[in-house]
Structure formats: C-alpha cells, structure tokens
C-alpha cells in the first residue's frame, strides 16, 4: 500500500528536525512548501487529499466566529437593556452604542497595563504593581500624562500587598478618574485622594 501524501509530507518534516539543531518551525515550514510546490504530482496529490479538511476548518472557523458574535451581541444587548437582536449586521452599531455610553475610564479599565513580562488589569494590581505600571507610562510619558495622575492617586491608596480592588469600586475609578482630567496636563501626578 502506497503512503498517503501528508504521511509523505510529514516524513519529509521529520527527516529536516532530525537534521537541525536549531528547529524554527515557520523556516521549516518554508523550505517543506517550497519543496511540495515544486513537484506538481506531490502538489497536486496533497492538496486532494487535504482540501477537503481545510475547507472544513474554515467553515468551522465560520460557525465559531457567528457564536462568538452572537454572545456579544447578546452581552452588550444586556448592557443596553435592549431587547433580542434580530440581524447580526447590527453588531457594530451596538458596540458603537455601547461604547458612546461608557466613559473612557472604565473602557480604560478593562484594558491590562503592561508590568514587566505580563499585563494586568488595574482593578487587579496590588500596590507593588501599581508602582512597576507607573514607572514604566512615566518612562514612556508620551501623552500618559492624565492616567499618570490618575495611577499615582490610585497607589496612594493601595497598600504593597492590596489589590486596587479591594480599595476602589469602578464608580469611585470613575470620579478619579474625571478628575484627573480636569486638571492641567502640566501638574505632576499626585496621590491627594483616598479610596474609601
């Protein structure tokens, strides 16, 4: 019995890892394509017998992608208190509507602040990450200047070892927030008010 293509193909993928010391899988999968494409039988015969397979992944891909936007429709329906969507094409237009509605502090809040080799979100920061998040945006300092303040007020607040949350609801984030704005871009951050 002759061996299907992708075990041909798979064998030629094993044969070059035993080969390098140093395996990069997109150089290895370059050099395997190139080789496939320029034999035509082998070409042709791999893409038969896989086409099939792809396409089914695709329409997968397609089905997955509609629940995805359904949820989100239905999440951000939720948000608005509206009822049922009937047409997906309208998903958009929701979000717009959604977004208009909340401020840009608590979209911001949604949004992980970068610490080191992760992100986190803010309400999730302890006192600690608070500080490596603040001197980071001050190093970067290019045009952070509100959430800057709006950080350094926040840590006021947060002890080392105590998340944001614990200390701060998103409405009291909220208020913060707006006040930071409110105030000349030129003052340095402060840490003048508490959470309660």
């Given at each position: 019995?002759?061996?299907?293509?992708?075990?041909?193909?798979?064998?030629?993928?094993?044969?070059?890892?035993?080969?390098?010391?140093?395996?990069?899988?997109?150089?290895?999968?370059?050099?395997?394509?190139?080789?496939?494409?320029?034999?035509?039988?082998?070409?042709?015969?791999?893409?038969?017998?896989?086409?099939?397979?792809?396409?089914?992944?695709?329409?997968?891909?397609?089905?997955?992608?509609?629940?995805?936007?359904?949820?989100?429709?239905?999440?951000?329906?939720?948000?608005?208190?509206?009822?049922?969507?009937?047409?997906?094409?309208?998903?958009r237009e929701l979000e717009k509507r959604l977004n208009s509605k909340q401020s840009d502090s608590l979209r911001w809040l949604k949004h992980a602040e970068y610490i080191g080799t992760q992100h986190v979100k803010l309400m999730a920061m302890t006192g600690r990450q608070l500080d490596l998040a603040l001197s980071y945006r001050l190093m970067q300092r290019d045009g952070h200047d509100i959430k800057i303040r709006f950080m350094g007020q926040i840590r006021a607040a947060v002890a080392d070892d105590q998340a944001v949350e614990e200390v701060w609801t998103a409405e009291q984030l909220e208020e913060l927030f707006q006040a930071a704005r409110k105030k000349k871009r030129n003052d340095p951050p402060a840490a003048d008010q508490k959470g309660s």
């Open positions: 019995m002759a061996k299907s293509t992708r075990q041909l193909v798979k064998d030629m993928i094993e044969r070059r890892y035993d080969d390098l010391d140093d395996y990069k899988v997109p150089v290895v999968v370059d050099e395997i394509t190139a080789i496939i494409r320029k034999d035509k039988k082998l070409y042709a015969a791999y893409v038969n017998e896989c086409l099939r397979e792809m396409v089914h992944n695709e329409a997968l891909g397609v089905v997955a992608a509609h629940r995805i936007r359904a949820r989100r429709a239905a999440e951000i329906q939720d948000a608005l208190d509206e009822p049922p969507l009937t047409s997906p094409a309208t998903l």
